[in-house]
């Protein structure tokens, strides 16, 4: 069983030291797509059930209008037009949520985030894997199946705070302090063993909660040249029967 998105999230919110860490999600309306886009810059809407990025559309405001895309199609629309092309992307029947967009770091001029693998293979959560998912040239979404690709995430924090160790140990800390909070909250509601939680820097150097997926793909793992962190996660899977 999926969990949706929304039920994660605010799972998540009832947690104190979680709370600075989410970005503003509230369920999709009309009127909630146009405060939303009065207090923001962009937004993004998103099927509460979906993985893998697909039908995610992202709204941009621009000078008179908004810039609206999903995938590599994308529609300028007027103020009076742009709920009808944001409905012309989405699917008859799936619920979705406004999300707060975040103005994201950037790795080679590219927008990246951070895919943190946990298991439970015994007791406790563990991190299995840590990798930055760098998105492909003019997307939006890091996803391995829209194009985007894992980086070594010391790397990719080495270059961003400017080959500083003891900001780059610190931000690694915080992430891994997250992680585990994240999954030892969204594993006190749901029975699961593993989690894939996705989280990004923004322009301050601030961690954000993008999501908490209950059933993660490893195959970002696959595409690092050092081969401990899938064998970690594979093996782990073995012993848990998953």
């Known amino acids: 069983m999926t969990i949706g998105k929304m039920k994660k999230y605010r799972e998540m919110l009832q947690v104190p030291v979680l709370r600075p860490h989410l970005p ?3 369920w999709m309306t009309d009127a909630r797509i146009l405060r939303m886009l009065q207090t923001y810059p962009s937004v993004f809407i998103k099927p509460n059930h979906g993985s ?11 000078g008179r209008g908004f810039e609206v895309r999903c995938g590599s199609s994308l529609k300028i629309a007027g103020r009076s ?17 406004v999300q707060k967009d975040l103005r994201l770091e950037k790795y080679h001029g590219k927008i990246f985030d951070i895919r ?10 563990i991190i299995s894997g840590m990798a930055a998912r760098v998105a492909a040239p003019h997307k939006f979404v890091t996803n391995y199946h829209k194009g985007g690709h894992a980086e070594p995430l010391r790397r990719v924090l080495m270059s961003l705070f400017q ?11 915080k992430i891994e302090q997250l992680s585990i909070t994240i999954a030892e909250t969204v594993n006190k509601w749901h029975s699961i063993h593993e989690l894939g939680v996705d989280l990004a820097l923004d322009k301050n150097g601030h961690i954000w909660i993008i999501e908490a997926n209950s059933h993660p793909g490893h195959m970002l793992f696959t595409q690092l040249s050092d081969h401990t962190m899938i064998r970690t ?4 899977k073995r012993s848990m029967g998953i």
Request: charged share 30%.
């Open 81 to 97: 037009s742009v709920l009808k092309a944001i409905r012309s992307y989405r699917k008859p029947r799936h619920r979705y949520l």
């Open 163 to 173: 080959n500083d160790h003891s900001k780059v140990d610190a931000c690694f800390r």
């Open 233 to 236: 996660i594979m093996e782990n």
């Open 52 to 62: 893998g990025g697909s039908g995610i559309i992202r709204v941009k405001r621009l």
């Open 116 to 125: 943190v693998y946990l298991q439970k293979p015994k007791s406790r959560w």
């Open 24 to 26: 503003e999600t509230v």
